[in-house]
């Protein structure tokens, strides 16, 4: 081969090097693509303004594409296989495998949850992570329509205890009730694990639940803190540990099973019910995830709370639920400012309406999109 030739075949894949870092790093992707899909997916879609979008979580769903969203910095991170991408909402700006890219259209934050532009969409799925369209499979609930709420301790045991004199179990059982009261304005079948102060062994407040059938699982809790500055609002859903402070909190939470010797009876064993739970830990997993950042975002925003976030860990009352479980931590008793919000009714109030609004906002979007499930 002459070097006039091998000149020539270097300067073309030059150029087309050249053209392909264009479309990638440099300008808006989305141009090329006119033709929306028409896969289930895509025909259930909300308007804002002009511009069509559909709920980010279900968009990832749908795909089986892995999430996680940092509530503190707004990072959004989506991966398949060795594949990464970081959104922000309301930036047009992304990180793929850390290199910066340009998008024609950010998803968007609205109402404490993200949304994507169909066009983002066509260009993520099948630009991005090279997926085709493909027949949704229905996830087995559709609705969301009984719902067990779990004050958190009770009886012997009271939980976190304020400086002054503020005591867990009798906060959380207020908030349970006036949550209750709106949700079945709203529709909904609420069952409450205890209604007054009682002492309900932990494994029995999920079994509570799974006799029932019911659709989804919530655990209300403060917290406490030897930091007496510590603050905020946070949801944890049913996982390994995220972080250490998820850990010891569990741990903490865990230990009310100290109050319970002598409670199980000799016909049950825990360690073959712990592994049946274990089963169905990644079933509901998704479910529990998004739900808690629903309530995450929503609630804090509402309240004006710190957003401390949404973290996982394995907390025994949630590992026992067969069905989609979040633990609410309202606030810490620890602090004095938000002891003396939540030693306040009407602040209680707005925690459960708050709650309750977030609950409604992710069953109608459950709804519209069909279950969605990979």
Known sequence: MTKGLL????????????????????????????????????????????????????????????????????????????????????????LLNKKSIKLDYPIEYKDGAAYIPIRTAVFVSQQVFGLEEKPALIAKRHQIKTIVIDPGHGGKDSGAKGRYGTREKHVVLDIAKRLKRDLEKKGFRVLLTRQKDIAVPLYKRAAFANER????????????????????????????????????????????????????????????????????LNENRRESKEMAYYICNITADSLGLKKRGVKGARFVVLKGAFMPAILVEVGFLTNRREESKLKNASFRERIAKAISRSISTYEREYERTNGFSK
């Open 213 to 280: 059938g019911v659709d989804f699982f919530i655990s209300i809790h403060a917290n406490a803190s030897r930091y007496s500055q510590a603050r905020g609002f946070e949801v944890y859903y049913p996982s390994d540990a995220t972080d250490d402070g998820a850990r010891a909190l569990a741990a903490a939470e865990n230990a009310s099973l100290k109050f319970e010797e002598g409670e199980i009876t000799k016909g049950e064993n825990l360690a073959t019910k712990t592994t049946v739970w274990d089963m169905q």
């Open 7 to 94: 000149k020539i075949m270097t300067i073309k894949k030059l150029l087309i090097s050249i053209v392909i870092s264009s479309l990638l790093f440099g300008c808006a992707f989305q141009a090329g693509i006119t033709r929306l899909p028409q896969a289930p997916l895509y025909s259930q879609t909300v308007t804002f303004g002009t511009m069509q979008y559909v709920p980010f979580l279900r968009f990832c769903d749908y795909y089986g594409l892995d999430w996680d969203w940092d509530l503190v910095s707004q990072r959004i991170k989506v991966k398949r296989g060795n594949d990464t991408l970081v959104l922000r909402p309301d930036s047009n700006l992304a």
